[in-house]
């Protein structure tokens, strides 16, 4: 069992390691197939001389005359290392045999009771000296007398041990070659995964510009490579956004403290005017009384703005249903013109073939959203639009439906601002445009319309707004899956545009 407390062996070493063992396998598999052939074949080729000798019929009947072999005076008498022993009609094993005289020859029994051999198949039997074996085959002669014929498998062995030898020394060898190779090999083919752990470290270092430079797609380390660079893409645009958020988050806070430090300041102010000063007179105490309500009402409504942006900002639209835009548009001119009498705002179609609008006819335009919350966004725009241009300038509210394109609206172009993703084009889009004909918005200026607390210029009103109407305006309509953009340019008007999927 390996301890755990020792380092893992690294990827180029357990590759290494089983190649080395795979190669080692295979050639020991191979080499002990080739052994195996070759035994078989060297023993078949001593079973055929085996059977292709057949004892004289001239011995058997001088084992018959005198119960004795005439053997020769010479060894070599028989061929090659031939042993003939033969048993006598009784069975039993006789001491004189065919062949070289010495302490070497099978081990055979001393009966024909006990010699399990069958005539003309080859057997192995052992030696009677314990060495090399020995390849027999039995045969039958007159009067119940048997011969068996004996050859050596000192060659057999000799060669198979010999091949034995060699398979060990190839083996060895081969394992050594591939472990040195295969190390050289392996280093080289894991080089681009050495590039990329290279990345990677510097990238966790701090280094987030870094991209891996392996990224072909046919290779397993140039996919890991484009997933890596994808992985890189998607951190830094989260770290971007990330800061931005907070960039963003710090300059609201500030913004929201000074914005509720005015009034909150005015408030202090005047009711320790009152609590300092009891004998003011009736006049001046109804005028800090009426500053205070003012700075009051002030705040709240800046907070509500605040708690309604919150509010839009993670949760959907509420009580979506169908709205009629002509009829939601209408009423907040209504309203609109209550508080400033002194202004001419029209209600228009959209894209009007001509100036005079008197006889063409308004058309029911609906979309699915919160009738409240988009009245909110028609009444910011035009309370936007009271405030920043003068009293000479004319307002027109249009009325319908478009399909998004750069020259419609819904989608981006050059002077088109807004804060919200456009629109896929061609999108049928039910559209409340509030344009006016006053001074317009510099480049600069549109670019940061929709950032909270932004006032772009001065507003004629003497009421001081908050700089949250156009955020609120836009984040609602970003609520509702729509679009709130403006199209300006300096003494050209300001074109407020909120589109929003037609039902």
Not at 76 to 95: E, I, K, N, T
Not at 181 to 192: C, E, S, T
Not at 300 to 320: C, E, I, M, N, W
Not at 387 to 402: D, L, Q
Request: net charge negative; with cysteine; glycine share 8%.
């Amino acid at each position: 069992m390996r301890n755990p407390a020792s380092p893992p062996r690294s990827l180029r070493t357990r590759l290494v390691l089983i190649a080395t063992v795979l190669a080692t396998c295979a050639v020991l598999l191979c080499q002990t197939a080739g052994l195996s052939v070759l035994r078989s074949w060297l023993t078949d080729q001593v079973d055929d001389r085996l059977t292709g000798f057949r004892p004289p019929t001239r011995v058997y009947e001088d084992i018959a005359d005198g119960g004795r072999l005439r053997t020769p005076e010479s060894d070599d008498a028989l061929p090659s290392d031939y042993r003939v022993y033969f048993y006598d009609s009784d069975g039993h094993l006789m001491d004189d045999s065919l062949g070289r005289t010495d302490d070497r020859g099978p081990n055979l029994p001393a009966g024909t009771n006990e010699l399990s051999l069958r005539n003309g198949d080859p057997a192995t039997v052992e030696a009677r000296d314990g060495s090399a074996s020995w390849r027999v085959v039995a045969d039958s002669g007159p009067d119940r007398m048997r011969a068996v014929v004996a050859l050596p498998l000192d060659t057999v062995d000799g060669a198979t041990t010999k091949l034995l030898w060699f398979s060990a020394f190839l083996g060895v060898v081969v394992a050594a070659g591939v472990a040195l190779l295969g190390n050289a090999a392996v280093r080289l083919g894991l080089r681009p995964l050495s590039r990329v752990e290279g990345t990677a470290q510097r990238i966790t270092g701090g280094d987030l510009n870094l991209r891996v430079p392996d990224t072909d797609p046919a290779t397993e380390v140039g996919r890991l490579g484009q997933a890596l660079n994808t992985m890189l893409d998607r951190l830094r645009t989260a770290l971007h956004h990330t800061a931005a958020s907070e960039r963003q988050m710090r300059r609201f806070m500030a913004d929201a403290g000074h914005e509720l430090r005015t009034p909150l300041t005015a408030i202090q102010g005047f009711a320790e005017l009152l609590h300092d000063d009891p004998r003011m007179s009736a006049e001046r105490r109804t005028e800090a009384h009426a500053l205070i309500a003012a700075n009051a009402n002030r705040m709240s409504r800046l907070v509500d703005d605040l708690f309604l942006l919150a509010k839009l900002g993670h949760a959907p639209a509420p009580h979506p249903e169908p709205v009629d835009l002509l009829s939601l548009a209408a009423d907040s001119i209504t309203s609109t013109a209550v508080r400033h009498p002194e202004r001419a705002i029209t209600l228009e179609p959209l894209h009007a073939g001509s100036a005079d609008t008197s006889d063409q006819e308004l058309d029911v335009v609906e979309a699915v959203g919160d009738a409240d919350q988009l009245a909110q966004v028609v009444t910011n725009l035009l309370a936007n639009a009271c405030a920043h241009t003068p009293a000479s300038a004319r307002i027109h509210v249009r009325v319908g439906t478009i399909g998004t394109s750069p020259a419609a609206g819904g989608a981006d172009r050059p002077g088109r601002t807004s804060a919200t993703p456009a629109l896929p084009p061609g999108t049928a889009a039910a559209v409340i445009e509030v344009a006016d004909t006053g001074p317009g918005l510099t480049p600069d200026d549109a670019r940061h319309v929709f950032d909270r607390f932004y006032r772009a210029a001065p507003a004629v009103s003497d009421e001081p707004g908050s700089g949250l109407g156009l955020a609120i305006a836009s984040a609602i309509a970003e609520a509702h899956q729509g679009r709130l953009e403006l199209d300006t340019r300096p003494t050209a008007g300001c074109t407020f545009r909120v589109l929003l999927p037609a039902h």
